[in-house]
């Protein structure tokens, strides 16, 4: 009896049928295209990416807003503008890092993108940090005030606990006191799945 041999599958051929060698049901040769791998988890991690700078950028806009660089109706932040922006300018360069990898399939901007997400959870951490004690610590009072009028001598001063508190101000806090804390919690979710996804990608897991 005359035997067939089953037919090779040529790397890069498309995928390839054949009756096997004692006439049972055919089976399939198919070659992975290598720049198909990770394609799904690598828009899952854009997607992630993307959503965690919104987040970013919404507390950026917060802390814009609330901040006070005389430092006369708040308490100054405990957070520095050269983190922040650091932090900023590194997630955003990554973003774009990452989309070049999506469209070229290098994976020297793969290993890019990884680095630079380190570096951006780990600006991220340290304000988390700062951001902490400002977050466990009560309102402070606002500083005692001079007054002045009849009844009153000039330059009589009373402590901020006995003085009559004036509008909006008796109350102190750094800009980083307004954070919804849902959103700080979300952000940081976001940073670590985003990581844990650019990773897998970058190591061929996941493909589609």
């Known amino acids: 009896m005359n035997r067939r041999a089953p037919a090779t599958v040529k790397e890069g051929s498309v995928p390839v049928t054949s009756l096997s060698a004692f006439g049972g049901p055919p089976w399939r040769g198919h070659v992975v295209d290598p720049g198909q791998k990770g394609t799904s988890v690598g828009f899952a991690a854009l997607i992630t990416w993307f959503a965690g700078v919104l987040a970013g950028l919404y507390m950026l806009t917060v802390w814009l807003i609330e901040n006070d660089v005389t430092g006369q109706h708040s308490a ?109 919690a979300a952000h940081g979710l976001l940073a670590g799945v985003t990581l844990v996804l650019v990773v897998l990608t970058t190591l061929g897991v996941g493909g589609s």
């Open 76 to 184: 100054p932040s405990q957070l520095r503008v050269p983190v922040i922006f650091g932090h900023l300018t590194l997630a955003i360069t990554g973003l774009g890092v990452w989309v070049a990898y999506l469209v070229l399939d290098r994976d020297t901007l793969a290993w890019v993108s990884v680095g630079m997400l380190t570096a951006i959870i780990l600006l991220g951490l340290t304000m988390f940090a700062r951001w902490l004690p400002v977050y466990r610590e009560p309102a402070l009072p606002a500083a005692p005030a001079v007054l002045t009028g009849p009844g009153w001598p000039a330059g009589t001063a009373l402590p901020a606990e006995e003085m009559p508190p004036p509008a909006g101000q008796f109350y102190t806090a750094p800009a980083e006191s307004h954070f919804p804390v849902a959103v700080i």
